[in-house]
C-alpha cells in the first residue's frame, strides 16, 4: 500500500471515519432495529424512550447474541461458503492489480442464489424451519453479527500481516489505518475460497435477499395475508438482488472488489450494514401493511424494475464496450470514446479505453441515478408516515455520491490528462445538467 499519501483518505479522515463507525453505527443498528419492530417504526418514539432511560435504557434494549442466533448465523454462512466453493460455474478473470495479479473467479452467483431461496423456502413449505424464527430473533442475530464481524475484520488483518494470499497487499505503517482499509485487496483462504466475494456478495447480497422473503413470510404468519405493499417492497427487491447476481462478475471490477482492500470498512459493512439497514424498508412493513391498491401497486412496481432495467443496462453498456474494444454499438450507433494510457506502480504503460456515449456520455456515474430512484421505489409502498424506511435511501445517495467522487479522484491520478479530456466531454459527475 506503501505510504499515507496513497491512501483512499487522508489519515485524519480515516480516524474520523473508523471512530464514528465504531461508536455510531453498532447502535445505530440496533436502534433501527428496535424502533422498527418495538417502537411502531417511530424515530419519535425511540427518542421519547432513551430520554426517559438514558444510558442504561440503550443498554437494556441491545439484545445479547444468543445460541439460537450464532447457530442461524453459522448454518447460513456454512451453507453459502459451501455453494461458493462447491457449485459449478465458469472461470472469470477480474481485471489486473496494481501489482499485475489478475484474480481468477468462479461464477456460480446465480446458481447459488437460486439454491439458496429455493432451499428457504423449501424449508418453510414442508415445515422443517420457519423464517419467522429468524425475524423473532433478528435483534440477537444483528448483535451476534456486530461482534462476531469485528472478530472476523481482526482476523483479516492478522491473516494480511502473517499470510497473505497475494503481492497486493501490505502495510500503510499505520495499524489503524490498516485494520481499517485492510491490508489485503484480493484475501482466500487456500486457492479458491475468496474471502470478499464471500462477505460482499454470498453474505452480505444474499441476506438481503433472505430476509426480504422472511419479512414478507412473517407478515403472512401475522396477519394470515401478505399486504400489496409488503409484496411491491420483496418484488423490486429480489428483482434487484437477482440482477446483482446475473451480472456479479462485473461487480468484480468494481471499486468495491478491485480497489476497496478488505478491511473493517467493507467487511463489517456487508456482513452487518447490508443485512440490517439495507433491507430495513421491508422489517418496516411487516407491523405496517399498507394497502396501496392494485393500480398504485402495480405503478410502483413498473417505475422500480425500469429503473434496475437502466441501473443495469449502464453496467451492460460498459461492459460489452470493454469485452469487444471499443467495438460495442452503443444505442446503435458506434461508440464515442477517449483512448488512454496509464502506467502501473510496476512502470508498466497499459492502454484503456474510455466511453463517451450512451449512459456514460449523459453523466461520469449516471448509473447511481436508477440506483438511487429503484431504492426510492422499493421504500414508497411505506408510504410516508414514517420517516425511517426512507434511512437507506439517504444513506444510499451519500455512499454513492462519495463513491463517484473517490472513483473520479482515482481516475485523475490514473489517467491525468485523459481524464481532464473525458471530463470536458462528460462534465457531469452523476446527475446530467448539474453539478461537475
Known amino acids: 500500500m506503501g505510504s499515507e499519501s496513497n491512501m483512499v483518505h ?95 473467479y468462479k461464477a456460480n452467483g446465480v446458481a447459488a442464489y437460486a439454491v439458496t431461496l429455493i432451499t428457504y423456502l423449501g ?153 440490517s439497514v439495507y433491507t430495513s424498508p421491508g422489517m418496516y412493513l411487516v407491523n405496517h401493511p399498507v394497502n396501496l391498491g392494485v393500480q398504485l401497486a402495480l405503478y410502483i412496481l413498473v417505475a422500480g424494475i425500469l429503473c434496475i432495467y437502466i441501473n443495469y443496462d449502464c453496467d451492460r453498456q460498459r461492459q460489452e464496450f470493454r469485452r469487444t474494444n471499443g467495438k460495442a454499438l452503443v444505442w446503435g450507433k458506434a461508440p464515442s470514446k477517449i483512448h488512454a494510457s496509464y502506467t502501473t506502480t510496476t512502470g508498466e504503460t497499459k492502454s484503456s479505453l474510455l466511453l463517451t456515449s450512451g449512459w456514460w456520455g449523459l453523466s461520469r456515474h449516471f448509473h447511481y441515478v436508477p440506483e438511487i430512484l429503484a431504492a426510492f421505489f422499493w421504500t414508497l409502498p411505506a408510504l410516508f408516515n414514517h420517516f425511517l424506511p426512507y434511512f437507506y435511501v439517504v444513506f444510499l445517495t451519500i455512499l454513492l455520491f462519495d463513491r463517484a467522487k473517490r472513483d473520479d479522484d482515482r481516475c485523475r491520478s490514473k489517467y491525468g490528462k485523459y481524464w481532464k479530456l473525458y471530463c470536458e466531454k462528460v462534465p457531469y459527475r452523476i446527475i446530467p445538467g448539474f453539478g461537475v
Not at 167 to 177: E, F, P, R, V, W
Request: hydrophobic share 50%; glycine share 8%; aromatic share 18%.
Open 10 to 104: 487522508s489519515p485524519m479522515l480515516t480516524y474520523a471515519s473508523m471512530l464514528s463507525l465504531l461508536t455510531l453505527c453498532p447502535p445505530f443498528v440496533i436502534l433501527l432495529w428496535y424502533t422498527m419492530v418495538h417502537a411502531d417504526g417511530s424515530v419519535l418514539q425511540s427518542f421519547d424512550y432513551l430520554r426517559q432511560h438514558g444510558l442504561q435504557g440503550f443498554i437494556d434494549i441491545w439484545p445479547k447474541p444468543t445460541a439460537t442466533a450464532w447457530k442461524i448465523i453459522a448454518c447460513y454462512a456454512a451453507f453459502e461458503a459451501a455453494l461458493q466453493l462447491w457449485l459449478p460455474g465458469k472461470k472469470v478473470e477480474g481485471p489486473i492489480s496494481p501489482s499485475g495479479n489478475r484474480p481468477v
Open 123 to 275: 424449508l418453510w413449505w414442508f415445515g422443517i424451519f420457519n423464517p419467522t424464527i429468524v425475524y423473532d430473533h433478528l435483534g440477537e442475530i444483528f448483535s451476534a453479527l456486530i461482534f462476531g464481524s469485528f472478530i472476523f475484520c481482526i482476523f483479516l488483518y492478522v491473516k494480511g500481516l502473517v499470510a497473505p494470499s497475494s503481492t497486493d497487499s501490505g502495510s500503510s505503517g499505520n495499524m489503524i489505518i490498516d485494520f481499517y482499509w485492510g491490508m489485503e485487496l484480493y484475501p482466500r483462504i487456500g486457492k479458491n475460497f475468496d474471502i470478499k466475494v464471500f462477505t460482499n456478495c454470498r453474505f452480505g447480497m444474499m441476506s438481503w435477499a433472505v430476509l426480504a422473503v422472511t419479512y414478507c413470510i412473517k407478515q403472512y404468519e401475522t396477519y394470515g395475508r401478505v399486504s400489496d405493499s409488503m409484496l411491491t417492497n420483496m418484488i423490486l427487491m429480489l428483482v434487484y438482488v437477482t440482477k446483482f447476481f446475473w451480472w456479479e462478475a462485473g461487480y468484480w471490477n468494481t471499486m468495491d472488489i478491485a480497489h476497496d482492500r478488505a478491511g473493517f470498512y467493507i467487511c463489517w459493512g456487508c456482513l452487518v450494514w447490508v443485512p
